[in-house]
Nanobody, 120 residues
Framework: QVQLVESGGGLVRPGGSLRLSCVASGGIFSFNDMGWYRQAPGKQRELVVTITSDGSTNYADSVKGRFTISRDNAKNAVYLQMNSLKPEDTAVYYC??????????????WGQGTQVTVSS
């Protein structure tokens, strides 16, 4: 079974940085798209960024120039470097990974979430 384990969240002051990690366990996988999403209290989950298997990225406008996604296929991992953090970045961050199922449908897997709080 696929498990995505997240780490790296915490409390940081405005303008600071954090690096989130998401590592898949339970086997050897070949993921298609991977990405990061976030959800603040009282709000819907929103896209932060996605990355394809060949490295193409799609960032939300609110994080362009501040956040950087990367992946290590050999380690079944995806990372999010977060710089110049703002209070509005405060949310629970979830990693996501997709791969083909046995019926050739796309399967979604999610991490447990990690809290990021930006406050002075």
């Amino acid at each position: 079974q696929v498990q995505l384990v997240e780490s790296g969240g915490g409390l940081v002051r405005p303008g600071g940085s954090l690096r989130l990690s998401c590592v898949a366990s339970g086997g050897i996988f070949s993921f298609n798209d991977m990405g990061w999403y976030r959800q603040a209290p009282g709000k819907q989950r929103e896209l932060v960024v996605t990355i394809t298997s060949d490295g193409s990225t799609n960032y939300a406008d609110s994080v362009k120039g501040r956040f950087t996604i990367s992946r290590d296929n050999a380690k079944n991992a995806v990372y999010l470097q977060m710089n110049s953090l703002k209070p509005e970045d405060t949310a629970v961050y979830y990693c996501n990974a997709q791969m083909w199922g046995v019926s050739f449908n796309v399967l979604d897997y999610w991490g447990q979430g990690t809290q990021v709080t930006v406050s002075s």
